[in-house]
């Protein structure tokens, strides 16, 4: 996912993204330890995508602080 893409989406939407990733997160991880998944990159993109996903939250929250005081 790009950073582009993750702007677009409004406050609520991420908050909910995170979640579904970090429920494929673990299921990737459940995967790959059960037997060998078959792309093991996959469980890095998702960490990171959900590191993105935070990281815009995070961004958000501030300015609204920030522009209630």
Known sequence: ???SE???LSTEELA???GEEKKNL???KFAHAVSAIEN???ITK???DIARLNTELT???AAATS???
């Open 1 to 3: 996912m790009k950073n």
């Open 26 to 28: 673990n299921k990737l």
């Open 59 to 61: 961004k958000r929250k």
């Open 67 to 69: 522009e209630a005081k």
């Open 6 to 8: 993750i702007q677009e």
């Open 16 to 18: 909910a993204r995170i």
């Open 40 to 42: 093991p990159t996959r």
């Open 46 to 48: 998702v960490r990171k």
